[in-house]
């Protein structure tokens, strides 16, 4: 078992920037893909940007050039620089982990709030 807690969230006028955490509740050396979604009221969960463990990344192409992500193996996180936020940016985030032992496990934290207006 794995428990994801973010943090970083919060209201920023467009333009702007935030940085999310998501800090895991033991070793993140194993888990094969870490990743933040996002998702809006009324909408389906999307995949924002994904690391795994090779240090290979991907994005959404909505997100390509503003969204970086990042893991750090030894404090256990990942991270997620957000640059020129637009108000389509405004949703909650979501931290994903996937890890495989005898067999995939999936596990997601419970949420940030991503706010951008004027």
């Known amino acids: 078992q794995v428990q994801l807690v973010e943090s970083g969230g919060g209201l920023v006028q467009p333009g702007g920037s935030l940085r999310l955490s998501c800090a895991a509740s033991r070793s993140i050396d194993e888990i094969y893909n870490m990743a933040w979604h996002r998702q809006v009221p009324g909408k389906q969960r999307e995949l924002v940007a994904s690391?795994?463990?090779?240090?290979?990344?991907n994005y959404a192409e909505s997100v390509k050039g503003r969204f970086t992500i990042s893991r750090d193996n030894a404090k256990n996180s990942v991270f997620l620089q957000i640059d020129s936020l637009k108000p389509e940016d405004t949703a909650t985030y979501y931290c994903?982990?996937?890890?495989?032992?005898?067999?995939?496990?999936?596990?997601w934290g419970r949420g940030t709030q991503v706010t951008v207006s004027s």
């Open positions: 690391v795994i463990n090779s240090g290979q990344t």
């Open positions: 994903y982990a996937r890890q495989y032992d005898r067999g995939w496990n999936e596990y």
